[in-house]
């Protein structure tokens, strides 16, 4: 699934000519990045499952896709088209923010990428445009696996104008769930020190486990 | 942390960087590696400022970081494949370099398995061939040896003097005397962030009988009588 990802927007980036940016260091980076990820364990992975995860990420996908699946059951139920986009759109919110701090916080907080990747001749632009690459598909995987129920449903119900606006909301609210996530981030290191944003991620990591299961 | 390093490093040659722990020999290699690029003065590496043609420099140096920096949930061939796309080799290159290298340093039997499984020496063993295989003119080593076992450190000694026979500049940081001492054309002592002694072993050696260098080289020599009874406290300490 990311290998496709990585491939569309690979493709796209290709269109732009970005000066001073090496692609081919940028997919290098981009898709290793990808491989780490497969292979992390989900913070809200049961600890009883000891062996590692063949495919963390596929595993998350498919509960998200599942839980989609009750939201959108629950929209196409629901008599009032105001409050069940109200109920998805707060969802997705919901669901992306707190994916975003408990998993993906070791991403937006790497500090081994720096002893890694920095004495190496890649330009602050490239590794700029990997990162922004690599989170690009791990959201895009992340809102297809939460959104792909909830779409299919609702065009279903009330025709294809609507499921097209409805990509287009939800590309708007991922964008917004980002904003929030990383103000969170400015603020709480602003005003603390890492230690604290790492037992604030606990919190949210403990949460978690607690809402998924 | 640097409070004045002036160095003039010829070509050719290892040089011997040390110090005890915490005088600055870490922040020494990453400003010159450009991991950090935050620092008042000048680096020069081969004629070239470090801050403005940053990628000329990094492609001609090659770093090995101690504490085994790598990602860990990569297997040694998937990893090697990363850093040496990023130093622009061909696949063929990796492939073919990568895997003799990982056979001649005994790895070859767990190519395939992910370092989270590897022992500290094992990991070690990684980083110096992710260092070296885009074969840099100039080697920064940090604690290149930690972890290593007995076989595998001769063989890196061994490595290191016939890289400088074949005209490599090699720059050794390290906190323990023993092997520095052996292998380094000169050596450069430092402390609290300031060079306080520079030269060959013997001129080294003389300055400490004088008296000026005497207790930082005892802290890195560590043949010393003081440490003896400072060991004694110590268990002292927890017997009671």
Redesign the interface.
């Known amino acids: 699934m990311d290998t496709f990802f990585l491939r569309l927007f690979f493709t796209i980036l290709k269109f732009f000519h970005l000066k001073g940016v090496n692609l081919?260091?940028v997919h290098?980076?981009a898709s290793?990045k990808l491989?780490?990820d497969r292979?992390?364990k989900p913070a809200t992975w049961k600890r009883s499952q000891q062996k590692e995860p063949g495919n963390a990420m596929l595993y998350t996908m498919f509960v998200y896709a599942l839980m989609g699946l009750f939201i959108g059951l629950m929209i196409f139920i629901l008599p009032d088209f105001m409050l069940a986009m109200i109920i998805l759109h707060t969802y997705l919110l919901f669901m992306l923010i707190m994916t975003l701090i408990t998993d993906f916080s070791n991403v937006l907080l790497d500090t081994?990428d720096?002893?890694?990747?920095?004495?190496?001749?890649?330009?602050s632009r490239t590794l700029l445009v990997a990162r922004t690459l690599h989170i690009i598909v791990y959201l895009g995987q992340l809102v297809l696996a939460i959104m792909i129920c909830p779409l299919v449903l609702l065009t279903i119900k009330y025709g294809i104008p609507i499921g097209i606006t409805l990509l287009v909301t939800t590309l708007l609210t991922t964008a917004i769930g980002i904003f929030i996530t990383y103000i969170l981030y400015g603020l709480v290191l602003r005003y603390t020190n890492e230690q604290k944003v790492k037992d604030i991620i606990g919190y949210f990591q403990v949460f978690m486990t607690v809402f998924l299961q | 942390m640097l409070k004045g390093i002036d160095l003039q490093v010829a070509p050719g040659m290892i040089l011997g960087y040390i110090g005890p722990n915490g005088a600055g020999k870490s922040t020494t290699i990453k400003i010159i590696t450009g991991i950090i690029d935050e620092f008042e003065g000048e680096v020069k590496v081969m004629g070239m400022d470090v801050r403005k043609e940053a990628l000329e420099v990094k492609k001609r140096i090659g770093y090995i970081p101690e504490l085994a920096a790598l990602y860990d949930s990569l297997t040694p061939v998937e990893y090697l494949k990363f850093t040496g796309k990023l130093y622009g080799l061909s696949d063929a290159v990796i492939a073919g370099k990568g895997w003799e290298l990982l056979k001649l340093f005994d790895l070859a039997d767990k190519a395939e398995a992910r370092m989270n499984t590897y022992s500290k020496g094992m990991r070690q063993k990684v980083l110096l061939i992710s260092g070296l295989m885009h074969n840099p003119e100039i080697i920064f080593l940090d604690e290149p040896l930690s972890g290593l076992d007995a076989n595998a450190v001769i063989l890196v000694k061994e490595m290191l003097q016939q890289l400088k026979q074949s005209g490599k500049t090699i720059f050794y940081s390290s906190h323990i005397m023993d092997v520095v001492e052996k292998i380094s054309d000169r050596i450069v002592l430092i402390d609290q962030g300031r060079v306080i002694a520079d030269g060959t072993i013997d001129v080294l050696r003389e300055q400490a009988q004088q008296g000026s260098l005497e207790s930082i080289f005892k802290s890195l020599t560590a043949t010393d009588t003081a440490t003896t009874n400072t060991a004694k406290e110590i268990i002292d300490v927890l017997n009671s």
């Open positions: 081919e260091q290098m980076i290793t491989m780490l292979r992390r081994s720096s002893q890694i990747i920095l004495p190496k001749p890649v330009t």
